[in-house]
């Protein structure tokens, strides 16, 4: 019984202690908390009124693009055979070319290169595991049966 209470006892001078150091670094900063609010809507202001922000097609487009990539990663578990080669190129060629437009662009689309490098990324993967099936393969086309 006496070592729950000495446990008891140091737990609760431990938070005691732990909640006045968290009491004196918030009345020395100011009120750190109204000051992080203060900096998080200050990032989400310039956010929204950048040049490529939500109020711009040049931040919408991007991110409905994602749909493209995330539809990419899902076909990761297709079948190689069931791939297209004119699809994956498509995809691929896509992401190198827009990639690097995003870079020379005013103002600089950080989404727009992300989502293409993402475009390339799975478009190379798709085409290689096209071009192993069938090329690399031992497996052997199913013939028909009539």
């Known amino acids: 019984m006496l070592r729950r209470e000495v446990e008891d006892r140091w737990s609760t001078e431990l938070v005691v202690e732990s909640f006045e150091v968290y009491r004196r670094n918030f009345e020395q900063s100011g009120g750190g908390v109204r000051i992080g609010f203060l900096m998080a809507a200050s990032k989400l202001q310039a956010l929204w009124n950048h040049p490529a922000g939500p109020k711009t097609i040049h931040f919408w487009a991007p991110t409905f693009k994602w749909g493209i990539s995330i539809a990419n990663v899902a076909d990761f578990a297709k079948p190689p055979e069931k791939l297209s080669y004119p699809q994956q190129i498509a995809v691929t060629a896509t992401g190198l070319v827009w990639s690097r437009y995003s870079t020379v662009i005013t ?20 085409l290689s595991r096209k071009i192993r099936y069938d090329y690399f393969s031992d497996a052997k086309p199913e013939v028909a049966k009539e």
């Not at 689309?109 to 992300?114: A, E, K, M, T, Y």
């Open 107 to 126: 103002p600089k689309n950080w989404n727009l290169f992300s989502v293409n490098v993402a475009m390339a990324g799975t478009g190379f993967y798709q």
